[in-house]
């Protein structure tokens, strides 16, 4: 029972968190100007990264699933992933920008 209420917890958290990321994300990419038909789903990776990296370094520890595997991820795995989000956060506008020059 508690896996179940722990499965129901992580998708209440990546389906009520990542709606609301996702729409100032893509608030601030339609004021940039970003093509959301062709890289959008960028940001919604990134989101979806961001929010692994951070229910597995904090939220894990306060749910009701108390069996083996609960543990951090390594630190240089967080900040490899940070990264990459960051860097897919902020690829979209950019490849908006260049468009333009490889037509």
Known sequence: MRVLLE?????????????????IVNGIYINLGVNMNQYGWLGSIAILILL???????????GWYSGKGKE?????VSRILILCSLFLLCAPPA???LQPIFQ
């Open 7 to 23: 499965l129901l917890r992580i998708i209440f958290i990546v389906g009520i968190a990542g709606a609301i990321i996702s729409a």
């Open 72 to 76: 951090k991820l390594p630190k240089m």
């Open 52 to 62: 692994f990296v951070w229910y597995r370094n904090k939220l894990q520890f306060s």
């Open 95 to 97: 490849l908006s920008m």
